[in-house]
């Protein structure tokens, strides 16, 4: 074997090393269990750094909705140290899918891209209760449904009711010398009277917020109570 020969081989090893040490270094570096939270339509990347990853890592978001070839860096998730990035203005319409990917980088070493699985707001998001709030009429108790609000902001830069963005529905439970009753509504609507005829008794409400499309509930909301004169 000649010493060309020897020269050849020796560096086809040494890039071989080279390379496989770099891609260890993307792999050990590259962020774990990219997927999206939604809670209320706020649509918040998260993702977990490895056992051996630096200290010093930087990430890098980008996003895209589903069918598009090219990715879209987030502004606001460039160069970050937090392990989340909200998305949700750049997901705001619950009816379209969409992906992101997460890059880290330590001392310009970029990692792979780890992409999410496929996301749909509209499907996905959970739902906080509604608030409450009661008055006693002549008719009976008033109970005024207050649906959760989205990030989103209308044009009058007031944050939007999930009910303009998703069908819902509300159960409102009743409470009374250990006696529940349910009453239901459709999120039109937002109040109900319920007639009541004890004087001086005391009234506590609860309500979930009910997901039509995929019969998800939220928790119960505070107990609200109210005595009647």
Same mark, same amino acid.
Request: hydrophobic share 35%; net charge positive; proline share 7%.
């Given at each position: 074997?000649?010493?060309?020969?020897?020269?050849?081989?020796?560096?086809?090893?040494?890039?071989?090393?080279?390379?496989?040490?770099?891609?260890? *270094?993307?792999?050990?570096?590259?962020?774990?269990?990219? *997927?999206? =939270?939604?809670?209320?339509?706020?649509?918040?990347? =998260?993702?977990?750094? @490895?056992?051996?990853?630096?200290?010093?890592?930087?990430?890098?978001?980008?996003? *895209?909705?589903?069918?598009?070839?090219?990715?879209?860096?987030?502004?606001?998730?460039?160069?970050?140290?937090? =392990?989340?990035?909200?998305?949700?203005? $750049?997901?705001?319409?619950?009816?379209?899918?969409?992906?992101?990917?997460?890059?880290?980088?330590?001392? *310009?070493?970029?990692?792979?891209?780890?992409?999410?699985?496929? +996301?749909?707001?509209?499907?996905?998001?959970?739902?906080?209760?509604?608030?409450?709030?009661?008055?006693?009429?002549?008719?009976?108790?008033?109970?005024?449904?207050?649906?959760?609000?989205?990030?989103?902001?209308?044009?009058?830069?007031?944050?939007?009711?999930?009910?303009?963005? @998703?069908?819902?529905?509300?159960?409102?439970?009743?409470?009374?010398?250990?006696?529940?009753?349910?009453?239901?509504? $459709?999120?039109?609507?937002?109040?109900?009277?319920?007639?009541? +005829?004890?004087?001086?008794?005391?009234?506590?409400?609860?309500?979930?917020?009910?997901?039509?499309?995929?019969?998800?509930?939220?928790?119960?909301?505070?107990?609200?109570?109210?005595?009647?004169?």
């Amino acid at each position: 074997m000649s010493i060309l020969t020897q020269l050849l081989l020796l560096c086809n090893v040494m890039f071989l090393c080279w390379a496989n040490s770099s891609l260890a *270094k993307r792999e050990y570096m590259a962020p774990l269990e990219v *997927k999206f =939270h939604s809670l209320d339509f706020r649509n918040v990347l =998260h993702w977990k750094c @490895q056992p051996r990853a630096p200290n010093n890592l930087q990430y890098f978001v980008e996003y *895209k909705v589903y069918g598009n070839k090219h990715w879209t860096a987030c502004k606001r998730c460039q160069g970050i140290l937090k =392990h989340q990035c909200d998305l949700s203005q $750049e997901t705001s319409d619950p009816r379209q899918w969409y992906y992101a990917r997460v890059q880290a980088v330590s001392s *310009k070493n970029p990692s792979s891209w780890v992409i999410s699985s496929r +996301f749909h707001p509209q499907w996905e998001t959970t739902f906080s209760p509604p608030q409450i709030r009661l008055n006693v009429t002549e008719e009976g108790i008033v109970v005024q449904i207050r649906p959760p609000r989205s990030p989103l902001r209308g044009q009058k830069n007031t944050r939007i009711s999930v009910t303009e963005l @998703q069908q819902l529905r509300f159960k409102i439970y009743l409470m009374q010398n250990g006696v529940e009753e349910i009453h239901e509504m $459709e999120c039109q609507s937002q109040k109900v009277v319920i007639q009541v +005829f004890e004087p001086t008794t005391t009234y506590c409400f609860q309500a979930i917020t009910i997901m039509p499309l995929s019969g998800r509930l939220s928790r119960k909301s505070p107990s609200t109570c109210i005595t009647t004169p």
